[in-house]
């Protein structure tokens, strides 16, 4: 499952890390054009993509992925 969510306040970064945390999947996070993906859990890989832009982020377990969104809802485009 891909959504897409707006990250560019620092605040919103460390919401998504720390809901991330929680998980044992990956939580692949890209740019748009997927040239560049970070593990979801890792701050410093977030920081490292282009947030001036709204990110991908991709689940492969649907439940999990569903789950995770109502976590971030506040943070999805």
Known sequence: MEFVVDLN????????VRNAELYD??????NKNR???????????MFSLNLSDPVLVRI?????AEQFKKDVEGLIV
């Open 60 to 64: 492969e377990d649907k439940n999990i």
């Open 35 to 45: 040239a560049f993906a970070v593990d979801g859990s890792s701050l410093m890989g």
């Open 9 to 16: 306040k620092v605040e919103d970064v460390k919401k998504f």
């Open 25 to 30: 999947v990956d939580i692949i996070v890209s």
